[in-house]
């Protein structure tokens, strides 16, 4: 491993290459159910898929979207869609008709490839009419049958090649647009700073349409690793995957975690783990030390980040023990200031907001310049970087030994085993059943998930209807929106202003 990571910039597809290019033709690359592709064969159907999207999305910049479990089609075509020129927009299996058909619409995808369930789940006008619907399935077996190879792009790193869903504040979900370089340089930091090396293999258990996910795979492979992804029911299946196939890295969120310390891990998990990555919430003293008591040898490493600049902070595995909840120091290709209320760099101990710059900030927020203007602001003018900086609005303090710790966010965002959630689309969908006339969504503290959904409604007064919002909820959206208790209300509190008086509510429902 480099004293420092190479920031050198090719395009984002060129990272099917790197195996190859590092002598590990013949090493595994990505192990499915069925069968096992090497680089080599990684290489050769990257060029496979990207020859026939090419040929079926002949338009540069065209948004081709995906919706389907983690396999070979999702695994391979954030390179494939890079190198045909084209952007992969990939849509969480987790989520529903209505969130997709949002994602399809508001991106404008001229392609959707998604398994049969999903697809069938569609309704008329859900995609747009110029939209082609092709099932994962009937996607693999053409782009096998093409003749044609796409070698490697020669796009313009700047070019944008992703744009991936994030829930807001408010409103609906919001596409965050990467370019090459900042999926590239993503990769590479995080190669580096893992230490990641050919021998590596990498379980992928988190969703791919998250960039924590997706990075699973393009460090591992710029690395010349081989990945393992999966879909897993239950905990226990992560053991068992881990065993199976001699896991050396794991990233998860806190619940996971808590749930995989509950289980009893055979010598053959534990002995292959070099390294487990948490982002998506902070690790407890208690969490922190149960892993350490499972994985004695392992390298734990607590890291923060933001769809908007990927990932921003991680903790030296070395420091995990004695600064358990420290956020930890930028990542390589980061710039980390600390700006207090007057626009000053904050002092040591100081409060302020985080704010990230660089190369890894993203170009915006997909055809919304509103919502971009608002988080993607000039940098701070003690930027070494300068250009333009996300300004995350978390609070954190840098302390003397220059680690920062979180303390708290500025939005109303709710963070619920490892997914960020708009309040206001769980209250439009309560709305929307006619059942209620007021909705107000909480993110309540929870051991085991981080923060709960806790739903305020004021409404209908039938016991019945009453029973049926739940179920009306279920079926509208996916499960981890899905309020863990819902409270019904005569009457909801109201500020000064004549609003709701959410923050009433949540001191309320915390107590």
């Known amino acids: 491993m480099p004293s420092e990571p190479d920031p050198t910039v090719r395009p984002l597809d060129h990272i099917a290459e790197r195996g190859v290019e590092c002598g590990h033709a013949e090493a595994p690359a990505l192990v499915l159910r069925d069968r096992v592709l090497n680089h080599e064969e990684l290489r050769q159907r990257v060029a496979q898929l990207a020859a026939w999207l090419a040929s079926e999305v002949p338009d540069g910049g065209a948004r081709v979207a995906s919706w389907a479990a983690k396999g070979e089609l999702t695994c391979l075509l954030p390179l494939a869609a890079a ?32 398994n049969k369930a999903r697809i069938a789940s569609l309704e008329d006008g859900d995609a747009p009419a110029d939209c082609t619907v092709i099932e994962e399935k009937e996607a693999l077996e053409r782009a096998s049958a093409h003749s044609d190879k796409l070698g490697p792009s020669v796009s313009d790193p700047d070019d944008l090649t992703a744009i991936l869903y994030t829930s807001g504040s408010t409103g609906r979900p919001k596409g965050v647009m990467l370019s090459h370089a900042n999926l590239w340089l993503g990769a590479v930091s995080v190669a580096h700073y893992l230490k990641l090396a050919a021998n590596d293999v990498t379980l992928a258990v988190l969703p791919l349409s998250f960039d924590y996910g997706q990075n699973q795979l393009l460090s591992t492979w710029y690395a010349g690793g081989a990945v393992v992804p999966l879909d897993y029911l239950f905990p226990k299946d992560v053991v068992k995957a881990c065993a199976k196939h001699k896991i050396t890295t794991l990233a998860a969120v806190p619940p996971l975690w808590v749930q995989l310390t509950e289980l009893d891990w055979p010598d053959e998990a534990v002995l292959t783990m070099r390294r487990m990555t948490n982002s998506g919430g902070a690790l407890t003293t208690d969490l922190v030390g149960d892993l350490r008591g499972i994985f004695p040898d392992s390298d734990l490493y607590p890291m923060y980040g933001l769809t908007e600049a990927f990932r921003s902070t991680y903790l030296d595995p070395d420091l995990v023990d004695s600064h358990p909840t420290s956020m930890g120091k930028a990542i390589p290709f980061a710039e980390i200031l600390v700006i207090d209320d007057a626009g000053e760099v904050a002092e040591p101990g100081e409060e302020g907001e985080l704010v990230h710059c660089g190369p890894l900030v993203a170009q915006g927020y997909w055809q919304d310049p509103e919502r971009t203007a608002v988080r993607f602001k000039p940098a701070p003018a003690q930027s070494s970087y300068g250009g333009t900086a996300v300004w995350s609005g978390d609070r954190v303090r840098r302390e003397e030994n220059d680690l920062l710790y979180f303390v708290g966010r500025r939005d109303a965002m709710i963070k619920s085993a490892g997914n960020r959630i708009s309040p206001a689309e769980i209250e439009e969908a309560a709305i929307a059943t006619d059942l209620v006339s007021e909705a107000v969504a909480l993110g309540i503290p929870d051991e085991r998930l981080g923060h709960a959904v806790h739903l305020v409604v004021r409404g209908t007064d039938d016991d019945d209807e009453r029973k049926a919002l739940a179920k009306a909820l279920l079926k509208d959206l996916p499960n981890f929106m899905q309020p863990k208790v819902i409270h019904w209300r005569d009457s909801m509190p109201l500020n000064p202003n004549g609003k709701i008086d959410r923050t009433a509510l949540l001191k309320e429902l915390s107590q």
């Open 83 to 114: 190198r045909a020129g084209l952007v992969h927009v990939p849509i969480n299996p987790l989520l529903k008709r209505a969130q997709a058909a949002h994602i399809l619409a508001d991106s404008g995808s001229v392609m959707l490839i998604g």
